[in-house]
């Protein structure tokens, strides 16, 4: 079955880091365009970050130069570094598999982990 | 950046109805337009792709329309299970989503 898990939310301090891991099973993250997907309490999605298959990283103006996003081939799971974290970044996140042949919709979610930044 | 409007933000209708959700970009994305069905407290789920390609197991209720800068969604006989928040979301560049619809009964 295909799955997205992600884990490694919780409740951390303004400028700490946490990071997101998104454990995949039944397709190889590697092979295909894995994104980060945010949605913060009451409000829509919001697009953070992708990793194309080839390896290349994007990420919105928003997370840009605080987030980092990376794949570990061996254990197929997709990683979301954030750092510097501001309350405006509490949000359920999500990670979501691309469409086929690297296309930029999303056809697999995981059910998300929630990270809340707060003193 | 795309932009993506959605209109309109609250959709109220009944059972058997049939309803349209406009997406708008705010420059052409050729067809590369997604939508997706999302509940509270449940992910997103992909209904269709490249603005009219139905996802497997999406019932065929649903319907999309649109290319360039204007889109549609169209569920052509209200179920009781389509009550939901509705999104866009355009891939002809980094993605963007519009900001929702939310279908409600009336």
């Known amino acids: 079955e295909v799955q997205l898990v992600e884990t490694g939310g919780g409740l951390i301090q303004p400028g700490g880091s946490l990071r997101l891991s998104c454990a995949a099973s039944?397709?190889?993250?590697?092979?295909?365009?894995m994104s980060w997907v945010r949605q913060a309490p009451g409000k829509g999605l919001e697009w953070v970050s992708v990793?194309?298959?080839?390896?290349?990283?994007y990420y919105a103006d928003s997370v840009k130069g605080r987030f980092t996003i990376s794949r570990d081939n061996s254990k197929n799971t997709l990683y979301l570094q954030m750092n510097s974290l501001r309350a405006e970044d509490t949000a359920v996140y999500y990670c979501?598999?691309?469409?086929?042949?690297?296309?930029?919709?999303?056809?697999?979610w995981g059910k998300g982990t929630t990270v809340t930044v707060s003193s | 950046d795309i932009q993506m409007t959605q209109s309109p933000s609250t959709l109220s209708a009944s059972v058997g109805d049939r309803v349209t959700i406009t997406c708008r970009a705010s420059?052409?994305?050729?067809?590369?337009l997604a939508w997706y069905q999302q509940k509270p407290g449940k992910a997103p789920k992909l209904l269709i792709y490249?603005?009219?390609s139905l996802e497997s197991g999406v019932p065929s209720r649903f319907s999309g329309s649109g290319s360039g800068t204007e889109f549609t969604l169209t569920i052509s006989s209200l179920q009781p299970d389509d009550f939901a928040t509705y999104y866009c979301?355009?891939?002809?560049?980094?993605?963007?989503f519009g900001q929702g619809t939310k279908l409600e009964i009336k």
């Open positions: 979501a598999r691309g469409g086929s042949s690297g296309s930029g919709y999303m056809d697999v």
């Open positions: 039944g397709f190889t993250v590697s092979s295909n365009y």
């Open positions: 990793i194309y298959s080839g390896g290349s990283t």
């Open positions: 420059q052409s994305i050729s067809s590369w």
């Open positions: 490249k603005a009219s």
């Open positions: 979301q355009q891939y002809n560049s980094l993605p963007s």
